[in-house]
């Protein structure tokens, strides 16, 4: 059984905490996949769960083994690296043989397992080349090949679909994530910054900033249920709309006054919203969930257009309700509207998120 | 005419006009190379005209057999051989596993001692001469061509040019032979040097040309004429005035001179790849 575990891991490089308290399990056999944006730790989480890095406090463990001082060779886990990492001067064949090779596996039985893995990976016509001589999925078949031979627990991958073109990576994914998980089943830990890499091939997901875990959940969970606002605005593309105000009790209803425009709050919401009243909180709104109206109806906000972007078959609005902040609408029927115009918009009652100004954390 | 052949034109000219001044600097460069050359060919007497002449008249090779006449020139053509591979062999062994220390291994002092290192590309040679002399002394290895050698079995600049290159390689290779089951000295053997040809390569070249053109250390070190390199045997042929005429001299500059010119022209573009990852990140 090959459960990885991170228990309150630190790592630091001199005054950068790349990785700041982490705690994360990755069950047997599950598809993980670390989300986040550029230097948040991803890379740095991987590699010290491969060995590369030594974490300064915590303990990791794979299976029942604690393996914070155990040798990366011995971890069994294998890594594919984001450039490929395969060595310029071997063949195709060298590659894939070499783990093999350093671990002393008899010769034939070498040839057996790297044809094995070639053919599994569709590669057996390829033997004979030199990295340079291969395309980048070419190259990213060999590295995969490489690392499957060993018949590793665990599989580390570092955005290895970043340097293919994106008609390739499409392709990959599927394949990807039908050949580790249902194939090979194995527990596979994948990095990526690409969250719709994340939200069609993973399991769970691990969303990560500047070093720390904000949210573990399935890619549902995630996006429906955000924690807080730094996931509810990294999830989901365009990003969710934040509208800053305090909550104000008007009678029996609630609503957000965001100086100058106040948003009814539905009665759904009430009860968990009761104790910030009179408070600063963050309302959410997917720009999925707004409509948008050219004569005014009921909970529909005056706005301003300043922009749209036409993507075929739907248009970003952008509108603004206070000469500053831009938010965004993605409609699909068509609209005939002019930039500063005037519009009503209208969230959607029942998609509406929450969250404590203070803390950054969604309220439920 | 229209602008663009006006534009067209004027390049031409400039070109043309570039190249001149090229050829000319590198006639005034060579000039005293063909002299050498022409004048290998001549009677001394020719050779010693003035005004100079340029065309051997009457042509001789009198001057190579003088050379090889004497006893001693197989022997310090030999001698010379012997010193340029020692350290040649020295420094791809020693500069490529400290290059690989310095770039790849974390040690206590690494980068200080490597400072240190490059401190010393500023004392001047002559500087440590006489204590290199008391060291090969003690070790009674003066007048020997391997006590000689071993002076210069590693380089700065040789250990820098590795050190440069290995880092220039990239980490996640490294990373994954670590994970495949290589330690240090693994990854040394089966990738990191594989893959270092093309920088051995100019180690090798330029250890070469400096070993083979060396004057002052084997000047220093070395007592015995059977044991000389070839620059101090001929000058001691020519100060010992084995002979009266400066010709043979000039033949026999030239023989020396002819192996680093070979591999000058058949092998610059190693030295070149060598100057590029010297410069190469730090
Ligand atoms: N070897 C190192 N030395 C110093 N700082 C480092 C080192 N490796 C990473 N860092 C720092 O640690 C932080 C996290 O880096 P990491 O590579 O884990 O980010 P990442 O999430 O993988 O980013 P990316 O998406 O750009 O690959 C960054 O601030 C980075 O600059
Ligand atoms: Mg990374």
């Given at each position: 059984?090959a ?9 630091k ?11 994360l ?26 060995g590369?890095e ?10 029942d ?8 060779t ?5 890594m ?7 060595y ?14 350093m671990?002393r ?10 044809i094995e893995?070639?053919?599994f ?16 999925g ?13 018949e590793?627990?665990?599989f580390?991958?570092?955005e290895?679909?970043?340097?293919l073109?994106a008609k390739?990576r499409?392709k ?7 050949l580790?998980?249902d194939?090979?089943?194995?527990t ?10 994340a939200?069609?091939?993973?399991d ?16 549902v969970e ?16 365009p990003?969710?709309n934040?509208?800053?105000g ?5 009678g ?7 100086g100058?425009?106040e948003?009814?709050i ?12 009179g ?15 050219t004569?005014?109806?009921e909970?529909?906000y ?17 509108f ?11 409609v ?6 002019n930039l500063g ?15 404590d ?6 309220i439920? | ?7 067209n ?6 070109i043309?006009?570039v ?5 000319m ?7 005293p ?15 010693s005209?003035y005004?100079?002449?340029?065309i051997p ?19 310090w ?6 010193y340029a ?35 010393l590309?500023?004392?001047?040679i ?6 290199n002399?008391i ?17 210069s ?12 290159y ?9 990373d ?9 000295i693994?990854a ?11 920088a ?6 330029y250890?070469f ?6 004057f ?38 030239l ?8 591999l ?12 590029v990852i010297?410069?190469g990140?730090?």
């Amino acid at each position: 059984m090959a459960r990885v575990l991170l228990k309150n891991v630190v790592k630091k490089f001199g005054n950068v905490v790349a990785v700041n308290h982490v705690n994360l399990e990755v069950k047997d056999r599950e598809f993980m996949i670390l989300l986040g944006p550029s230097g948040c730790g991803k890379s740095t989480t991987l590699r010290l769960i491969a060995g590369l890095e030594t974490p300064d406090e915590g303990e990791i463990w794979i299976g029942d083994r604690l393996i914070n001082d155990i040798d990366p060779t011995k971890r069994n886990v294998a890594m594919v690296f984001q450039s490929y990492a395969l060595y310029p001067h071997m063949t195709v064949y060298q590659n894939i043989e070499f783990p093999l090779k350093m671990s002393r596996v008899p010769k034939n039985e070498r040839r057996r397992r790297v044809i094995e893995a070639a053919r599994f990976l569709g590669i057996e016509d390829l033997l004979n080349r030199y990295p340079k001589q291969l395309s980048g999925g070419q190259q990213q078949r060999v590295a995969l090949a490489r690392a499957i031979v060993r018949e590793p627990e665990v599989f580390l991958l570092d955005e290895p679909l970043s340097n293919l073109d994106a008609k390739l990576r499409v392709k990959m994914r599927f394949e990807l994530r039908h050949l580790l998980h249902d194939e090979l089943k194995v527990t596979t830990i994948y990095v990526t910054h690409d969250q719709v890499e994340a939200m069609t091939m993973a399991d769970r997901i691990a969303v990560m900033n500047q070093g720390r875990i904000m949210q573990i959940g399935t890619p549902v969970e995630v996006f429906e249920k955000p924690a807080n606002m730094f996931v509810a605005g990294f999830i989901g593309v365009p990003p969710m709309n934040f509208f800053y105000g305090s909550l104000v009790s008007r009678g029996k209803e609630l609503v957000l006054d965001t100086g100058g425009l106040e948003i009814n709050i539905p009665n759904s919401y009430t009860k968990s919203l009761q104790e910030y009243v009179g408070r600063e909180i963050v309302m959410g709104i997917r720009p999925q969930e707004i409509t948008i109206h050219t004569e005014p109806i009921e909970y529909a906000y005056p706005g301003k257009i300043i922009g749209y972007e036409p993507l075929g078959t739907e248009l970003y609005i952008h509108f603004t309700i206070d000469e500053k902040t831009d938010y965004v609408a993605v409609v699909k029927q068509r609209l005939a509207i002019n930039l500063g115009q005037q519009i009503y918009w209208r969230p959607s009652p029942s998609k509406l998120y929450f969250f404590d100004k203070k803390t950054g954390n969604a309220i439920y | 005419m229209n602008e663009a052949t006006k534009r067209n034109l004027l390049k031409a000219l400039w070109i043309v006009f570039v190249y001149i001044i090229l050829t000319m600097f590198a006639f005034i460069y060579l000039s005293p190379f063909i002299r050498s050359f022409v004048a290998s060919f001549m009677t001394w007497e020719q050779a010693s005209k003035y005004p100079p002449e340029w065309i051997p008249h009457p042509f001789t090779i009198e001057n190579y057999l003088k050379l090889f006449r004497l006893e001693l020139f197989p022997r310090w053509i030999m001698n010379s051989a012997l010193y340029a591979g020692l350290i040649v062999a020295g420094n791809i062994i020693f500069s490529s596993m400290a290059g690989y220390a310095f770039a790849r291994l974390e040690f206590p002092g690494r980068d200080a001692l490597f400072s240190a290192l490059l401190a010393l590309l500023m004392i001047p040679i002559f500087v440590t001469l006489v204590p290199n002399y008391i060291i090969i002394y003690k070790l009674g290895l003066i007048d020997n061509i391997i006590g000689l050698a071993l002076l210069s079995l590693a380089n700065v600049s040789s250990i820098f040019l590795m050190r440069q290159y290995f880092l220039s390689l990239p980490q996640e290779v490294f990373d994954a032979a670590r994970l495949d089951g290589c330690g240090p000295i693994k990854a040394f053997f089966y990738i990191a040097l594989p893959l270092a040809k093309p920088a051995l390569g100019a180690v090798a070249v330029y250890q070469f040309l400096g070993a083979w053109n060396a004057f002052l250390g084997p000047l220093v070190f070395l007592r015995s004429p059977e044991n000389f390199t070839l620059p101090v045997g001929l000058s001691f042929a020519f100060q010992r005035s084995m002979w009266t005429e400066y010709t043979p001299i000039i033949a026999g500059s030239l023989v020396a001179a002819a192996p680093t010119i070979i591999l000058f022209i058949g092998l610059n573009k190693y030295l070149i790849r060598g100057i590029v990852i010297q410069a190469g990140k730090g």
